[in-house]
């Protein structure tokens, strides 16, 4: 009997090791306090590996997305989603977004105009290759003339045909002289038509229809009074005016035109 009793009092005085659960915020903090006492540490910011490859394909960076809150995203539209592991900006790691007609999405914290220019990108594969690319310098800002003799700036009427911001501009394209013009948006992005008499989308260098260019989304038409339409060759507007379409996902509010 005695022996019981002797065991039995030497397993209670064994610590059980049992933790004690924080009652409140300021229990929690302080209970962490214990075993951090200089604070966790700030996680250090990504490196971009050397001896890296440069990225082959073309990187869309835009300055606001509505899929991050007016973030700053990255589109890969040459790829197919799931593609792409990992994105990392200026040594931030981007979170993935939802794909855009099929293409990879990365999401930032900020608003583009919030990273400084150069950009620097590192980009992981899911066959394990590391590539790195890095932008070029900031873009022309929107108050310059170039070699163009005139301009004008714009107020966005709404948004229009497909979530894009659009243009009423009550100048013709015929009136503007044989081109070309130029319309800067107020994010910074920068598109140029060559011959302001004729429709032109998504791409500068054709003006054809193109999905998976980098400015998908973009038009122009210089409402020559022509028949009013949305067939490629369709320039009459119900305005009588030029009318323009931001890119999909530019959220730009304002545009400048030079001509």
């Not at 490859?53 to 990255?74: C, D, L, V, W, Y």
């Not at 608003?111 to 220019?117: F, H, K, L």
Request: aromatic letters at 10%; proline letters at 7%.
């Amino acid at each position: 009997m005695f022996r019981l009793i002797l065991v039995l009092v030497l397993l209670w005085a064994v610590p059980t090791g049992a933790v004690t659960i924080p009652q409140s915020l300021n229990e929690c903090n302080a209970l962490c306090a214990q075993y951090f006492p200089g604070g966790v540490p700030a996680t250090p910011p990504v490196t971009p590996p050397s001896g890296n490859k440069t990225f082959p394909h073309q990187i869309t960076f835009e300055r606001e997305t509505t899929q991050g809150n007016g973030s700053a995203g990255i589109l890969f539209r040459a790829l197919q989603a799931g593609s792409i592991t990992y994105v990392s900006v200026n040594g931030e790691v981007a979170r993935q977004g939802t794909p855009y007609k099929g293409a990879p999405v990365f999401l930032l914290t900020k608003s583009g105009d919030q990273y400084a220019r150069p950009l620097s990108f590192v980009i992981k594969m899911t066959d394990g290759v590391t590539y790195v690319a890095k932008s070029g310098t900031a873009s022309t800002p929107t108050n310059s003339t170039e070699n163009y003799t005139n301009k004008a700036e714009y107020d966005s009427y709404g948004v229009r045909n497909g979530g894009r911001q659009a243009w009423r501009i009550n100048k013709r394209g015929d009136s503007i002289g044989e081109g070309p013009v130029k319309f800067t948006f107020s994010d910074g992005l920068t598109f140029i038509v060559k011959d302001p008499n004729k429709n032109c989308r998504d791409r500068e260098d054709t003006c054809v229809r193109d999905s998976r260019a980098e400015k998908d989304g973009f038009l122009y038409k210089p409402g020559n009074g022509l028949p009013n339409g949305s067939g490629d060759t369709d320039r009459g507007t119900a305005h009588g005016g030029i009318y323009l379409h931001a890119p999909y996902g530019n959220s730009s509010k304002k545009v400048l035109m030079q001509w």
